[in-house]
């Protein structure tokens, strides 16, 4: 079974939610809520990805970043 996108967020990713948590709460439990409902990366949305990357400040992302999402979670089978 497949793990949650939430427990396979690379490292640096949960630290700087948690971080940005302690000045913008309700965003982090938010995007949390989101991670832990969701299995696959492609189950995102564009905006909800989008939460994602501005909560932990990340702008530049190439295209195939936002295509396959691997510079934020850890793969299962190669798979976000």
Do not use: C
Not at 62 to 77: R, S
């Amino acid at each position: 079974m497949r793990t949650v996108l939430y427990t396979r967020l690379k490292p640096e990713i949960k630290r700087q939610i948690e971080e940005q948590g302690k000045l913008y709460p309700a965003t982090a439990r938010s995007v949390i809520a989101i991670l832990k409902d969701k299995t696959f990366y492609s189950d995102l949305t564009i905006s909800e990805v989008t939460d994602l990357t501005m909560h932990v400040n990340i702008y530049d992302r190439t295209d195939h970043e936002w295509f396959a999402g691997k510079d934020l979670f850890i793969t299962e089978n190669n798979v976000v």
